[in-house]
């Protein structure tokens, strides 16, 4: 499976921006997908993560109320909306896929590129 993420950008506190992730490859549609991010000195983290058919979602904590990830098996891509940014939500934006519905970061198999995201105050 390949990943490509995009959507990241500048914007300020307050605003929204979606963050999409384009698979290829294997079929998309059977792996769990999950969004991580990483913030300059910091380690990957999780940020949200949905199951192959959409019907389970795990948000963490600093995210939920503000972030919905969803998915269109039929275009194989994976989104992220985000809302109400924050200065911290700044970071390096991933996606990545797993053959089985986790929030363990080492259990995702296949990573796309970064996107970054910055958030002015």
């Known amino acids: 499976v390949q990943l490509q993420a995009s959507g990241g950008g500048l914007v300020q506190a307050g605003g929204s921006l979606r963050l999409s992730c384009s698979a290829s490859?294997?079929?998309?549609?059977?792996?769990?997908a999950g969004w991580f991010r990483q913030a300059p000195g910091k380690e990957r983290d999780l940020v949200a993560t949905?199951?192959?058919?959409?019907?389970?979602?795990y948000y963490v904590d600093a995210v939920k109320g503000r972030f919905t990830i969803s998915r269109d098996n039929a275009k194989n891509t994976v989104y992220l909306q985000m809302n109400s940014l924050k200065p911290e939500d700044t970071a390096v934006y991933y996606c990545a896929a797993s053959e089985g519905f986790t929030i363990v970061p080492n259990e995702y198999d296949y990573w796309g590129q970064g996107t970054q995201v910055t958030v002015s105050s």
């Open positions: 490859g294997r079929t998309f549609s059977s792996y769990t």
């Open positions: 949905i199951s192959w058919r959409g019907s389970n979602t």
